[in-house]
């Protein structure tokens, strides 16, 4: 990745951040800390990963995105209308009764959305079952996920990663968002899940371990997913809670709620800084 894509990436993830503020501020509710932690991995799939198109949502070939933390969706609708997929305006209307930009995606009626997700721990199902279809329909198309490493304390992750090994689906690769928190505090406080890279190497997965917030790392680890054959790909995205405003980061209590007047200033103050920073590079 040269120096200029990369600049670009991390301008998008950075409006991107600011649009989850303005999501959760305007609804006064929301999960913001979790969708900082992962709005990185959401830019680079669809501004440099995944084969779509916003002018058609429902093209056939598309690349599929599920987001099985299907609480960060101020992640997902920023991205998705930074991509052309609706009006950036319309992130306002986060949960809002006029609107269908609910807090938990729905793939019935918001563009770009392919899978209504919410039920902790069946998003990774959704994702094998959509694999599995590509190989049967001989679609080419690949399948991408986003799970959280507090949901990974459900049974159903485990049997979805399973499904994934036994039938070699090649054309699946998820991410775990290792933030370290969950709404009741720390991971390995309230379920201990690590080691994470053994036990998904031990349901045959391809596992590759980067800095979710780099995007060298992220684009290097979903080209070696295209390139492995036989087996899905398990990214383990290190990352942090809340990233990009001072306050949030590594906190569990910004797991879901929103900011109040002043801190909702203080926290698009630091990131439109954070842009300016960026665009004089």
């Given at each position: 990745?040269?120096k200029?894509?990369?600049k670009?990436?991390?301008?998008t993830?950075?409006?991107?951040?600011?649009?989850?503020?303005?999501?959760?501020?305007?609804?006064?509710?929301?999960h913001?800390?979790?969708?900082?932690?992962?709005?990185?991995?959401?830019?680079?799939?669809?501004?440099d990963?995944?084969?779509?198109?916003?002018a058609?949502?429902?093209?056939?070939?598309?690349?599929?995105?599920?987001?099985?933390?299907?609480?960060?969706?101020?992640?997902?609708?920023?991205?998705?209308?930074?991509?052309?997929?609706?009006?950036?305006?319309?992130?306002?209307?986060?949960?809002?009764?006029?609107?269908?930009?609910?807090?938990?995606?729905?793939?019935?009626?918001?563009?770009g959305?392919?899978?209504?997700?919410?039920?902790l721990?069946q998003?990774?199902?959704?994702?094998?079952?959509m694999a599995?279809?590509?190989?049967?329909?001989?679609?080419?198309?690949?399948?991408?996920?986003?799970?959280?490493?507090?949901?990974?304390?459900?049974?159903?992750?485990?049997?979805?990663?399973?499904?994934?090994?036994?039938?070699?689906?090649d054309?699946?690769?998820a991410?775990?968002?290792?933030?370290?928190?969950?709404?009741?505090?720390?991971t390995?406080?309230?379920?201990?899940?690590?080691?994470?890279?053994?036990?998904?190497?031990?349901?045959?997965?391809?596992?590759?371990?980067?800095?979710?917030?780099?995007?060298?790392?992220?684009?290097?680890?979903?080209?070696?997913?295209?390139?492995?054959?036989?087996?899905?790909?398990?990214?383990?995205?290190?990352?942090?809670?809340?990233?990009?405003?001072?306050?949030?980061?590594?906190?569990?209590?910004?797991?879901?709620?929103?900011?109040?007047?002043?801190?909702?200033?203080?926290?698009?103050?630091?990131?439109?800084?954070?842009?300016?920073?960026?665009?004089?590079?």
């Amino acid at each position: 990745m040269d120096k200029a894509k990369e600049k670009q990436l991390m301008l998008t993830a950075a409006k991107a951040r600011v649009l989850i503020l303005d999501a959760v501020y305007a609804a006064a509710s929301g999960h913001p800390g979790g969708s900082m932690s992962c709005v990185d991995a959401l830019t680079e799939l669809y501004f440099d990963e995944m084969n779509v198109n916003p002018a058609d949502p429902r093209w056939e070939d598309r690349d599929r995105f599920v987001l099985s933390k299907g609480h960060c969706t101020p992640a997902l609708y920023s991205v998705l209308a930074l991509k052309g997929y609706f009006p950036v305006e319309d992130i306002k209307l986060f949960r809002s009764i006029k609107s269908h930009y609910s807090g938990h995606p729905d793939m019935n009626h918001v563009p770009g959305v392919d899978m209504s997700t919410g039920s902790l721990g069946q998003g990774l199902s959704a994702a094998v079952g959509m694999a599995i279809a590509a190989r049967l329909s001989g679609k080419s198309y690949r399948t991408y996920a986003i799970c959280g490493d507090g949901e990974v304390e459900e049974g159903q992750i485990w049997e979805a990663a399973m499904a994934a090994a036994k039938w070699k689906l090649d054309n699946l690769c998820a991410f775990v968002d290792i933030n370290g928190l969950q709404i009741d505090g720390s991971t390995a406080d309230v379920m201990p899940s690590e080691p994470l890279d053994k036990k998904f190497e031990a349901f045959n997965w391809h596992v590759i371990s980067v800095d979710g917030h780099d995007f060298r790392q992220l684009a290097a680890a979903l080209e070696e997913a295209r390139a492995t054959a036989g087996r899905p790909t398990m990214i383990l995205m290190h990352t942090v809670k809340g990233k990009g405003v001072s306050f949030m980061e590594n906190q569990a209590g910004w797991h879901g709620k929103a900011p109040d007047a002043g801190q909702y200033a203080q926290a698009k103050e630091e990131i439109l800084a954070k842009i300016k920073e960026l665009e004089a590079l």
